[in-house]
């Protein structure tokens, strides 16, 4: 009797184990299709003006990334940004303005391929793009007039002490005095705010508690597991055997 329920308490347990370590795995996949869906790519939204989803000196919220956002302003000063990616894999060096707002802040714009020289725009501008987040590492060794990176903490300065967060990326722009010129603006798809490293993580997780749970399934029937079972009985066998033998002694 002894022996048939601990037979049973430890078949149990290995099928509470094998139960526990593939709902492990669902648990981890499950997460990775969650971060899948909330890192994917959304149709873009109305375009929204830059001073409602971020503010000047914070940094840029995870809503606004991507965003299509419109800003009225001056440009004040104007940078080259060397060796940037641009349309795939393609390096250029592009036309970055800071944008000087109505509200007396400021933002770093992205107008396109950078001109040599680099026009001259003194009217008041009009501008729609797509808001990126700082780049933080550096592209190239620079020059004076130029950026390593398009970060807004590089400008910051008595001039400009307050700026928004990230940089947008030109769509359209209209020179209110009705100046023309003629700028190539760059693509500016949406960016991926997965992170890859954590969706392979969980999936990874997945493989390795299914793989311990099949690991578990199958272990009874290894050889090596009989055999072990086997000598455990011999073993269990001989002390009854001894315990016998003491109990005659014991009688005598």
Same mark, same amino acid.
């Given at each position: 009797? *002894?022996?048939?329920?601990?037979?049973?308490?430890?078949?149990?347990?290995?099928?509470?184990?094998?139960?526990? %370590?593939?709902?492990?795995? &669902?648990?981890?996949?499950?997460?990775a299709?969650? %971060?899948? !869906?909330?890192?994917?790519?959304?149709?873009?939204?109305?375009?929204? =003006?830059?001073? !409602?989803?971020?503010?000047?000196g914070?940094? %840029?919220?995870? @809503?606004?990334? +991507?965003?299509?956002?419109? =800003?009225?302003?001056?440009? !004040?000063?104007?940078?080259?940004?060397?060796?940037?990616? #641009? +349309?795939?894999?393609?390096?250029?060096?592009?036309?970055?303005r800071?944008?000087?707002? !109505?509200?007396?802040?400021?933002?770093?714009?992205?107008?396109?391929?950078?001109? +040599?020289?680099?026009?001259?725009?003194?009217? @008041?501008?009009?501008?729609?793009?797509?808001?990126?987040?700082?780049?933080?590492?550096?592209?190239?060794?620079?020059?004076?007039? $130029?950026l390593?990176?398009?970060?807004?903490?590089?400008?910051?300065?008595?001039?400009?002490?307050?700026?928004?967060?990230?940089y947008?990326?030109?769509?359209?722009?209209?020179?209110?005095?009705?100046t023309?010129?003629?700028?190539?603006?760059?693509?500016?798809?949406?960016?991926?705010?997965?992170?890859?490293?954590?969706?392979?993580?969980?999936?990874?997780?997945? #493989?390795?508690?299914? &793989?311990?749970?099949? %690991?578990?399934? #199958?272990?009874?029937?290894?050889?090596?597991?009989?055999?072990?079972?086997?000598?455990s009985?011999?073993? $269990?066998? *001989?002390? *009854? $055997?001894?315990? @016998?033998?003491?109990?005659?002694?014991?009688?005598?």
């Amino acid at each position: 009797m *002894k022996k048939f329920g601990r037979t049973a308490a430890i078949a149990i347990i290995w099928v509470l184990l094998i139960f526990i %370590l593939i709902q492990l795995g &669902f648990w981890q996949l499950h997460r990775a299709q969650a %971060l899948n !869906e909330a890192t994917a790519p959304t149709p873009d939204q109305p375009v929204i =003006a830059l001073t !409602e989803v971020a503010s000047a000196g914070m940094n %840029l919220p995870i @809503k606004a990334v +991507n965003r299509i956002v419109s =800003a009225t302003g001056v440009y !004040e000063k104007s940078f080259i940004a060397r060796d940037q990616k #641009v +349309n795939g894999e393609q390096l250029a060096d592009l036309d970055v303005r800071i944008l000087r707002l !109505e509200n007396k802040f400021s933002v770093l714009v992205v107008r396109g391929i950078a001109d +040599n020289p680099l026009p001259s725009i003194s009217s @008041k501008v009009d501008i729609v793009g797509r808001i990126y987040p700082r780049q933080n590492v550096d592209r190239a060794f620079i020059k004076p007039g $130029e950026l390593s990176r398009i970060d807004p903490a590089l400008i910051v300065s008595k001039q400009f002490p307050f700026l928004y967060d990230g940089y947008i990326v030109l769509k359209s722009e209209k020179i209110l005095d009705g100046t023309q010129l003629a700028t190539e603006l760059i693509q500016s798809p949406q960016i991926s705010q997965r992170v890859a490293g954590f969706y392979w993580q969980h999936i990874s997780y997945v #493989v390795v508690w299914w &793989f311990m749970a099949v %690991l578990l399934l #199958v272990l009874p029937f290894f050889p090596q597991m009989r055999q072990r079972s086997y000598i455990s009985i011999a073993a $269990e066998q *001989k002390v *009854k $055997e001894k315990t @016998k033998a003491k109990k005659k002694v014991s009688k005598k």
